[in-house]
């Protein structure tokens, strides 16, 4: 009873952390719209617009109400998921334009993520074992040299090298490349975290070094492999995972950055049309579902992480 009840608290205070995080978030993108130097119907209409134009466009925006009324205005709003219809699209609303790139970010995201850990932790454990030999200090440095190249670097460059030159993978951003297409462009966006992941798996394991359950595991005639698998890498899933919900907001923001390098479907691709066509409220709605996104997967691997480690659940 006691555990319900200390996780359910848990649960409530994340839950309550998540909310007043995507508030602020909302609040910051609020006040940049309006509070900067400037005319937002004038920036959205350009100089050339009648001033008859710029009153009716900050009629339907309700940029003519008080400040504090607009505010609430707009936080009623992102509670209904409705923050009006798009400058671009009239019949359609700015909340759902938003919610339909909300899902291909995140299944992107999420594929990414555990391509990531999966790749590097077992970079990471094949470079701090004894399994390959001398090959583990190649490994090791593949994925130093993964870490230090940016991704707006590798992306581009590995692009070019694999789809255009060697035709031997479809471009990310082809129709017709399908899956593979996907999964390339899920591996791109892999290799950065999957690169972090690799270091501090082998960091931990390193530091783990001889710990008597490993001893004892091997006098038992576990083979190498199996007492990595098996012992030693579960032993280090705190600080993988550690790493991983660290490397969150990296991977959110790189894998908007892919969306739209490849023309690929999702809140990067939406938020920069937004953008460049002065649509504030799809802009806005954006803005906030990539903040609740963020959220949403930094919760996921918190309450992974209590699952796998005690000591976070007593924290």
Known sequence: ???????????????????????????????????????????VLGDLATAEERAALRRSLHLDEPLLAQYGRFLWGIARLDLGASLRHPTRGAFALALEAFWPTASFSLVAVSMGAVFGTA?????????????????????????????????????????VRARALPLPGDPDAGVAGAL??????ALPLGAQVARATRAALRELG?????????????????????HALPAVSGPILTVIGTQLGALLGGAIVLERLFERPGLGTVMIQAYAARDLPVLEAGIVASGALFVLTQALFATLHAAVDPRVRRA
């Open 210 to 230: 001889r710990a008597q359950f490993l001893t004892v595991a091997k006098a038992k005639g576990a083979g190498e492999l199996r007492v990595l698998a098996l």
């Open 123 to 163: 970079a990471g454990g094949l470079s701090a074992s004894r399994l390959l030999g001398g090959g583990r200090r190649l490994v090791h440095a593949m994925t130093l040299g993964v870490a230090a190249i940016p991704l707006l670097g590798l992306a581009p460059v590995a692009t070019y090298a694999l789809a």
């Open 184 to 189: 390339f462009a899920a591996t791109l966006l």
């Open 1 to 43: 009873m006691k555990a319900a009840l200390v996780a359910a608290r848990t649960v409530a205070g994340r839950l309550l952390l998540g909310v007043a995080t995507v508030w602020a978030l909302a609040t910051l993108v609020f006040l940049s719209l309006r509070l900067l130097p400037g005319d937002p119907a004038a920036l």
